[in-house]
């Protein structure tokens, strides 16, 4: 039976990867000090503590006993759910530091409004997988609000960009010199930004929703990836 000390860095990888997270990006979202934590977590030099454990499980959504080794299962209905109530603080969190700010009111509106079956947690899990849900929570953790109205904007909008800085600017009520040292989200913030709409998005047959079932990061294909690639991985 392989350690849990060997399955971990392991899966801990596959997570990066998936979501092609940099070693700062991991650790920013992780609200570790530096990213050389994860690169020992990786390479077997250092372990994290319960408390890290917990954290990646909760920012990810995946269980602990998969993180461990136990399972071989990565997410099930309880550990999406404890991802999700922690979403849910993230954001009432950011509500109350910018009280004044669309940063508070944003999410709640945007989502309710044009999302309603991510909004309402009693249809969420009838019309997204639990890969997609995990998808959704890490991007609402990462993806930074005017790239994401961008990204929604700009889909609204027929793709097309004309008007869309502009529309950013309004949305978010910019001052002059906010709006002056504004620039576009970055490609990978756009990918990003146009992957999470993606995601929440449904399609419809027959004028009834369909369930979204496929994850745009698959943290299982990447970990089955790594076995492949690492000798001695294969459990």
Do not use: C
Request: glycine fraction near 4%; hydrophobic fraction near 40%.
């Amino acid at each position: 039976m392989r350690k849990y000390t060997d399955i971990f860095p392991i899966r801990l990888k596959a997570l990066i990867q998936a979501y092609g997270f940099s070693l700062a990006e991991t650790a920013s979202i992780l609200n570790l000090s530096s990213r050389s934590i994860v690169f020992e977590w990786e390479n077997k030099k250092k372990f994290p503590s319960g408390e890290n454990l917990n954290m990646i499980s909760t920012v990810f959504g995946v269980s602990l006993d998969w993180l461990l080794g136990h399972s071989d299962i990565s997410y099930s209905e309880e550990s999406i759910k404890w991802t999700e109530e922690a979403i849910d603080e993230y954001l009432h969190a950011l509500a109350a530091a910018f009280p004044n700010s669309l940063q508070g009111s944003f999410w709640d509106f945007y989502l309710h409004e044009h999302y309603p079956e991510y909004a309402f947690g009693e249809r969420r899990s009838l019309y997204y997988s639990l890969p997609v849900r995990a998808n959704i929570a890490v991007l609402i953790r990462e993806v930074r609000l005017p790239s994401l109205y961008w990204s929604m904007y700009y889909a609204q909008n027929g793709f097309k960009k004309k008007g869309v800085i502009a529309k950013v600017k309004e949305f978010f009520h910019m001052s002059e010199e906010e709006a002056e040292e504004f620039r576009p989200p970055s490609r990978k913030e756009l990918e990003r930004g146009d992957n999470l709409v993606d995601l929440l998005t449904l399609n419809t047959i027959n004028g009834k929703s369909v369930a979204n079932k496929m994850p745009i990061y698959d943290v299982e294909a990447a970990y089955r990836q790594l076995q492949q690639e690492i000798p001695g991985t294969d459990e």
